[in-house]
Nanobody, 124 residues
Framework: QVQLVESGGGLVQAGGSLRLSCAAS????????MGWFRQAPGKQRELVAT???????NYADSVKGRFTISRDNAKNTVYLQMNSLKPDDTAVYYC??????????????????WGQGTQVTVSS
């Protein structure tokens, strides 16, 4: 099967930076889209940024100009560079992989996957 493992969360002061990483493992043949979502206490999960296999990116308005998403297709890894962090960015950040094509036995299958989440806390 496929697993997503996130790293890079933590505690940072307002104005600081963090870099999140998410590596997909398994018998992966390709991944269409990868992205980051976040969920703050008492709020719904929301999109932060996505990147397609052709490197087309999409950002939430709240993070444009501060966050940068990138991916390394050879490593099946997606990154989120977060600069100028604000207390409102505090949330659990989840990695998502969409349209993952992978080997399962002698067949190929496609599915969508989520990471376990990593906490980002920005203090004022």
């Amino acid at each position: 099967q496929v697993q997503l493992v996130e790293s890079g969360g933590g505690l940072v002061q307002a104005g600081g930076s963090l870099r999140l990483s998410c590596a997909a493992s398994g018998s992966i043949l390709g991944i269409n889209g990868m992205g980051w979502f976040r969920q703050a206490p008492g709020k719904q999960r929301e999109l932060v940024a996505t990147i397609r296999i052709g490197a087309t990116t999409n950002y939430a308005d709240s993070v444009k100009g501060r966050f940068t998403i990138s991916r390394d297709n050879a490593k099946n890894t997606v990154y989120l560079q977060m600069n100028s962090l604000k207390p409102d960015d505090t949330a659990v950040y989840y990695c998502n992989a969409e349209g993952v094509l992978y080997w399962s036995g002698s067949n190929s299958k496609r599915g969508d996957y989520w990471g376990q989440g990593t906490q980002v806390t920005v203090s004022s």
